[in-house]
């Protein structure tokens, strides 16, 4: 059983930066896509950021796209994502994913395993 675990969530200032990590255990996480996803209140979740299960590719929300990092360490079995010019809007809880290869994409059913989230909130 693969299980992930996100922490660096917390409370910002508009303008500011996080850096949140998901630690993955029980399997090897070279063996998956892992996305990050979030879902503010009343809302649904939606898809943040994904990358593929060399590393090669990543894939952002425009809502997210020139201020968010992907990234994986594949050897420390951890992927992170680099939160840079935080707004109120990016308040939400987020989640880390993982979906076995060749599966890879937006579609949240193909995230076999998820984490149990970390908080977000930017204040203006």
């Known amino acids: 059983q693969v299980q992930l675990v996100e922490s660096g969530g917390g409370s910002v200032q508009a303008g500011g930066s996080l850096r949140l990590s998901c630690g993955v255990s029980g399997d090897t996480i070279s063996n998956y896509c892992m996305g990050w996803f979030r879902q503010a209140p009343g809302k649904e979740r939606e898809g943040v950021a994904r990358i593929s299960s060399s590393g090669v590719l990543t894939y952002y929300a425009d809502s997210v796209k020139g201020r968010f990092t992907i990234s994986r360490d594949n050897a420390k079995n951890t992927m992170y994502l680099q939160m840079n010019s935080l707004q109120p809007e990016d308040t939400a809880m987020y989640y880390c994913?993982?979906?076995?290869?060749?599966?890879?994409?937006?579609?949240?059913?193909?995230?076999?395993?998820w984490g149990q989230g970390t908080q977000v909130t930017v204040s203006s």
């Open positions: 994913a993982a979906a076995a290869s060749p599966a890879c994409s937006w579609t949240q059913g193909d995230y076999n395993s």
